[in-house]
């Protein structure tokens, strides 16, 4: 696995309001069910030597669902870093939180700070949760900081790339999304841009750690060019190759 092209795979965890209804459940018990996966598929982040894992659980637009299930959907999330805490610093996992945290409950914030600065050396699966998050936001925002501390300069990719929430997660290599529907729906927009996607209509909470591997090792056997042919097999080699074709056609109609 350690020459594997898949190196950052993102999760949309959908399906977990119908997940619970198809059992004549309320909504919020299907994210409580599907909370209880995510550790699962970190542990196989971990053995299948990903390098990073960036998982979808709160976004801008689910500011806008009844209070009840915004309250279950923190009150997870501060679950889930109690219970991880010992194992995410074992494992010397590089936690993260990507999005606005400013209208979040004091406590969460501080809960996320103290794993965030204990873990920021880890060299480890680099484990990032989206909450809050927005991409089309997160890019102005990277622009802006960058234009804070680069007045009047232009705007590179490389710039922008590094100004994003969490830079050192690169691109993402695969996108799963469960739930059976077919949208990136305001996910790592930047990030995204030559991802792998893969949609199933299994929904979160029925998802398993099996599927998981089974859809990374699939994946990775299947070719990437990145938008050249067979043999190019990362996006920076694609890149330089670009370049010196149009270093080439240049020089050629030089000699016209
Ligand atoms: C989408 O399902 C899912 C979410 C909005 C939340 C995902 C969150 C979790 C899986 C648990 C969070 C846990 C932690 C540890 C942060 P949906 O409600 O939109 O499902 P639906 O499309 O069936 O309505």
Redesign the pocket.
Known sequence: MSDSAIKHVAI??????????ERSHN?VW???R??R??SDIVEESEELNLSALT?????TE?WS?PIG?IKV?FS??K??LKKERDRILANDIRFKVIGDSSQFPEETIEMIKSLENETVGNKGLKLT?A?GYGGRQEIVEAANLFYEKNPGKKITEQDLSENLFASDIGDVDLLIRT?G?YRISNFLLWQLAYAELYFTDV???SFTRGEFKNIVSQTNERERRFGGITGQRDLKSSVFLAQDNKKKMNLQQGYK
């Open positions: 949309i965890m959908d399906g977990n309001g119908r997940w619970a209804a909504r299907g994210h409580i599907g909370s996966l995510i998982l979808f659980a709160f976004s689910n669902r299930e959907l997870l999330l679950k889930y949760f909450f739930g529907d929904k979160w909470p």
